[in-house]
Nanobody
Framework: QMDLAESGGGSVQPGQSLRLSCVAS????????MAWFRQAPGKEREAVAS???????DIADSVKGRFDISKDNAENTLYLQMNNLKPGDTAMYYC?????????????????????WGQGTQVTVSS
């Protein structure tokens, strides 16, 4: 069992930054992959970044150079640093975990690979 809780979302102007956090209150043994997904109205849920148990990261091309994923193992917290935000980044952002990271690029991740999900935190980027 694993409880995930996202925070840090909000409303910002284009070009500004946000840092999302995901706290794992209960950890499921064997879970080695954590990822951030986002879903905008009318669009499918898509992965933007992942990190495995060794700290290896994978970033989607659409956000590479602007977003970075990291974790603090001591506090069981996952982060998504989002810089130079654009209106197209507006979405509900979700934290998810799986036994392992899919062996494909984040653009090809499917939601059914991931076992546990947080409730989401809203990010809105507008002028």
């Amino acid at each position: 069992q694993m409880d995930l809780a996202e925070s840090g979302g909000g409303s910002v102007q284009p070009g500004q930054s946000l840092r999302l956090s995901c706290v794992a209150s209960r950890v499921t043994p064997g879970g080695h992959c954590m990822a951030w997904f986002r879903q905008a109205p009318g669009k499918e849920r898509e992965a933007v970044a992942s990190i495995d148990s060794y700290g290896t990261t994978d970033i989607a091309d659409s956000v590479k150079g602007r977003f970075d994923i990291s974790k603090d193992n001591a506090e069981n917290t996952l982060y998504l640093q989002m810089n130079n935000l654009k209106p197209g980044d507006t979405a509900m952002y979700y934290c998810a975990t799986a036994f392992d990271c899919p062996g494909v690029e984040p653009e090809q991740y499917t939601t059914d690979h991931f076992d546990y999900w947080g409730q989401g935190t809203q990010v809105t980027v507008s002028s």
